[in-house]
């Protein structure tokens, strides 16, 4: 089923031009990164992608987590094991989910095709957490269309409710971006959060809507909450989007692992 809805399966390597079907984006094909990112850009030691794969298997199989943070750089620089630089939102972690597991598997620059590639090789591994935290696709924008993302979303949940039934997924919309209301990677961010927000209508999917808090009145980033980039959070940001998410943890039944069903 999955594999008809990527259009590919997933697969351990990049898949083949000719093994991909004419019209599939590249948002839903499971493919590795290739990016070879610094210590500074929150990848420990200067380790490449692929070590940070590994780590995030690593913590996958480790004993059972409450939460397991599934994204990009604006997750990963939520902190915690394996993350060494780059985390501003570490002390907020800590207050907001005190005593819990977590697990952050974001790394750094990966779009929806990158994670999906993670999920089919171990990243899904190991116990079923609590609950899954979802936040992906902004680093999608400005290479493809909104659509696209959405559809590369939408197999991510796809994936984990095949593998992980009954298993509780907080979905975030892309973060508020841009420091304008009418600033275009804003715009597209906005279409896609449109598109994916029905997802959460379906079991055990809940929509954490993070998006207001993060702006002003007036429909600009509001102070203080972005760096000076207008993508990534400041430590009042993840203040910010960290209680929304622990507000919406709040609101879903605990999940049993032995049974795979909600208790």
């Not at 779009?111 to 696709?137: E, F, K, M, S």
Request: charged share 20%; hydrophobic share 35%; net charge negative.
């Amino acid at each position: 089923m999955l594999a008809a809805i990527l259009g590919v399966g997933i697969q351990e390597k990049p898949a083949l031009e000719s093994e991909i079907a004419a019209g599939t984006p590249p948002t839903v094909v499971a493919t590795p990164s290739a990016e070879n990112r610094s210590a500074a850009a929150g990848w420990h030691d200067g380790r490449d992608w692929m070590d940070q794969h590994s780590d995030c298997v690593k913590l996958a199989r480790a004993p059972r987590h409450d939460l397991i943070l599934l994204g990009d750089s604006i997750t990963q620089s939520f902190g915690g094991e394996g993350r060494r630089t780059g985390q501003p939102g570490r002390d907020v972690l800590r207050e907001l989910f005190p005593g819990l597991r977590i697990a952050n598997m974001g790394i750094s620059g990966d779009r929806t095709q990158h994670l999906l590639w993670r999920l089919g090789n171990g990243a899904l591994d190991g116990p079923a957490p609590g609950a899954y935290v979802i936040a992906i696709g902004t680093n999608n924008i400005g290479h493809d269309r909104p659509h696209d993302i959405e559809k590369g979303i939408e197999c991510i949940i796809g994936l984990i409710r095949e593998k992980r039934p009954g298993t509780p997924i907080l979905l975030c919309p892309i973060l508020p971006r841009g420091h304008l209301a009418n600033d275009p990677a804003r715009i597209a961010a906005q279409l896609v959060n449109e598109g994916i927000q029905g997802l959460a209508r379906e079991p055990d999917t809940y929509w954490v809507p993070c998006w207001e808090p993060l702006l002003d009145a007036e429909g600009g980033l509001h102070k203080g909450c972005h760096r000076s980039d207008g993508i990534h959070l400041t430590e009042h940001g993840y203040q910010l989007w960290g209680r929304v998410i622990s507000d919406s943890r709040s609101g879903i039944p605990a999940h049993s692992p032995e049974s795979g069903s909600l208790e």
